[in-house]
């Protein structure tokens, strides 16, 4: 068992919390983990990424080659295209549909979405308002999460886990929002058909 | 079993716990700020008593450390790599006292610059200084090596410095703990005195000392268990083929070669992870190979040392004959092409793509101070402003472009007088509270003393925001110390950044330039983040 995924955003969006879940779950199921983060400058609203690796043998490099990533999981939708370099060729994308406008050059949406187009392994989802119908303005991020699950090749109760352990120490409600965010990603149909 | 999931960074910091630690020194800059930060915060730390505030820069953190090892204590230096030219001086001058307890710096160096000013290689300073350097591969021998180091610094009497780059530091993996060790209690050598006191007489007698010691550290590299020839016979035997590619790959490079050789290296490969290089070890690799092939993160400090300056002997690939790109952090892709091997991408990154540079938060008060700055020297068409590192330094980029300068910590402050004293008018500083406490304040007395003609934002946010909201030297001090250099009273001006005093932050930019000598201005606002985390701690 081999995933290696690229998690994407913009600082401060959280794109730590998705790894940090994924990361105790596969410590549950006794993986090997390398993931690399992003500290320093670019945390100040620039693009973040983060490679995670998760496999059953020893893992060598930090970094994932380039056309070898299993997933992109982004937060926002540019940033999904940004890292495609590094994905398989038939390598999914789970993007956040909602974009993070901090330049004035901004594509509009339909340039954007356009370049979607070609790609049939794909989930493009307005994470933020699902979350925010939840009642979870916050949890966003673990929607998405929800829904790239059944290509992470991590048992579904081990992700539950793994948000009992990293939301664990901010109270039981938190626990509670997040494995129903974690649920309703997974199960949800509202993909943006592109 | 043990196995925790540790950045690179932590690793360090957990081993130095766990080696029996008794104070860390640093001032925090990106890829190492994590170390010192893991330590404030372990419980263990707490119980043993381990010192861990910031100090005020780089140079004061490594007296202090030299000072705990002159008492016998083991301690722990972190910095970044341009950090390291602050210390410097303390530095090369640690490698010819020597130390008593255990003595590791870490220098985290950013090659690719991701946060930084430039990608200088460290391993450099440890050659320079004569000292032993050890470069872990993977976080498992990040904590290994320090926990070991110590025993090694001690056992050697000199410091080590234990260099990594920003993928070592700023990444994860599971790693092992071991047992947690005694401190050492308080002593002093009994020669004490003729080590430390670095008089003419004494020194040339350390010097000695250190020479004599080189071949210590050499044996010491060439049995590590940290330096590995794989691939090779131990002996050389007359019949045994030559190989036509031999690999150096050393610290992380390791890793990013591995990545290409799944099923095992198909050359003979040196890994290095502790200098002085060892040299029977390289002897064995360049006799057995046509060619050599060197892999390492930074600058070509091997690859140099193994082709010479004339490049007249042996046949070396690398950084300098165009193999690997001369800049830039390692990949495995970058590995892979050195290797000859293919690298396959599928996508290429669309146009539609823009670049998203990092920018001052909404809300912070230094873009106030851009806001009003940038008004006011509109009406002064001459004006520089020399600004410095910190998250100010962004006021550089759209929609401030308000800065001419950013070079070195405190640089500001200086070179707004060069200038000044060249007949630039007006020349200003901006420079944040924490870089005026590290290397501004010197600068500000060159001023007072040469009452230059020069005006000094002090852009306070009451912390060192960029690397994430570490304690400021001398939060609520920032006017008593302007005014103890010599700044006349009258003429340190506070204000507080925000829209609805624009019109006074103006006038009082206005004054002060006209007045001709040194005057300051300290716009001071607390940090948003620090002030939201603030606000959420204090809930809970």
């Known amino acids: 068992m081999e995933t290696d995924i690229i998690l994407a955003g913009v600082g401060g969006q959280g794109i730590l919390s998705i790894a940090a879940v994924i990361g105790s779950a596969a410590l549950e199921e006794n993986l090997f983990i390398k993931q690399t983060e992003v500290h320093g400058m670019s945390q100040r609203g620039g693009d973040v990424q983060s490679h995670l690796r998760i496999s059953d043998q020893a893992i060598a490099s930090d970094l994932i080659p380039l056309g070898r990533a299993d997933i992109i999981i982004s937060l926002e939708p540019l940033e999904a295209l940004r890292y495609l370099p590094y994905l398989k060729k038939e390598g999914w994308i789970v993007t956040n549909s909602k974009p993070f406008e901090n330049i004035p050059n901004y594509p509009k949406t339909d340039q954007w979405m356009k370049e979607y187009r070609r790609f049939s392994h794909k989930i493009v989802l307005n994470a933020e308002q699902i979350a925010k119908d939840l009642g979870a303005p916050r949890s966003g991020n673990v929607v998405l999460l929800g829904a790239a699950s059944p290509y992470l090749g991590i048992d579904f109760s081990h992700l539950e886990n793994g948000i009992r352990q990293i939301f664990g120490k901010k109270g039981e409600n938190i626990v509670e929002i997040n494995l129903k965010a974690l649920q309703v990603g997974r199960e949800t149909e509202n993909y943006l058909s592109i | ?540």
């Open chain 2, 1 to 540: 079993m043990n196995k925790q999931l540790f950045l690179g960074d932590e690793a360090i910091a957990q081993a130095a716990i766990d080696a029996g630690l008794s104070g860390v020194y640093s001032y925090p800059g990106t890829p190492s700020t994590e170390i010192t930060e893991y330590i404030q915060h372990s419980k263990i730390a707490k119980e043993r008593g381990i010192h861990s505030q910031w100090c005020c820069n780089e140079k004061t953190a490594l007296e202090t450390a030299l000072g705990m090892s002159y008492a016998g204590k083991r301690t722990l230096s972190c910095m970044k790599h341009v950090g390291l030219n602050v210390a410097a001086d303390a530095f090369m001058n640690i490698a010819m006292s020597g130390i008593h307890g255990g003595m590791i710096i870490v220098s985290a160096d950013d090659p690719s610059m991701h946060s930084s000013q430039n990608e200088q290689d460290n391993r450099v300073y440890g050659q320079f200084a004569m000292i032993p350097i050890f470069e872990p591969s993977n976080q498992q021998e990040a904590y290994d090596m320090i926990y070991e180091g110590y025993e090694w610094s001690e056992k050697w009497g000199y410091p080590i410095l234990f260099r990594i780059t920003t993928r070592m530091a700023h990444s994860r993996a599971g790693v092992q703990t071991r047992e947690l060790k005694a401190q050492n209690p308080c002593s002093v050598e009994e020669n004490a005195r003729s080590k430390y006191v670095l008089l003419p007489a004494n020194a040339r007698k350390q010097f000695k000392i250190l020479l004599e010691k080189q071949k210590e550290f050499l044996q010491a590299s060439e049995t590590s268990k940290y330096n590995q020839l794989l691939g090779l016979p131990d002996e050389t035997t007359d019949c045994a083929p030559r190989s036509r590619l031999g690999i150096v790959a050393c610290g992380i490079a390791f890793n990013y070669l591995q990545e290409n050789f799944p099923e095992g290296f198909e050359n003979p490969v040196l890994k290095i992870s502790q200098y002085p290089l060892p040299k029977k070890q390289l002897f064995r690799l360049v006799e057995s190979c046509e060619e050599i092939l060197v892999l390492e993160d930074g600058f070509p400090v091997v690859e140099e040392q193994l082709k010479g300056y004339l490049g007249l002997g042996l046949k070396v690939h690398g950084r300098l004959d165009g193999t690997l790109p001369r800049d830039g952090e390692l990949t495995p892709d970058k590995v892979r092409k050195a290797l000859g091997k293919e690298v396959e991408v599928y996508y290429s990154i669309p146009d539609v793509v823009e670049m998203r540079p990092p920018a001052l938060c909404a809300g912070c008060g230094h873009r106030d101070v851009y806001e009003a700055l940038n008004e006011v020297i509109k009406e002064y068409k001459d004006a520089k402003v020399f600004s410095d590192i910190g998250c100010y330094t962004l006021g550089a980029l759209p929609p401030f472009q308000a800065i001419d300068s950013c070079i070195d910590m405190g640089a500001s402050i200086t070179m707004a007088k060069g200038a000044s004293d060249a007949g630039i008018f007006p020349s200003i500083a901006v420079i944040g509270d924490s870089t005026f406490t590290h290397s501004g304040m010197t600068g500000l007395l060159d001023c007072v003393n040469a009452d230059a003609n020069v005006l000094i934002i002090i852009s306070d946010n009451e912390t060192t925001g960029m690397t994430g909201g570490q304690d400021s030297a001398a939060t609520g001090r920032i006017r008593s110390i302007c005014q103890g250099i010599g700044v006349h009273p009258d003429h340190v001006r506070e204000i507080v950044p925000l829209k609805k005093n624009y019109e006074e932050m103006k006038s009082i930019i206005r004054e002060e330039i006209e007045y001709p000598g040194v005057s300051v201005i300290v716009p001071c606002r607390e940090c948003i983040q620090t002030h939201a985390r603030k606000i959420k701690e204090t809930k809970k």
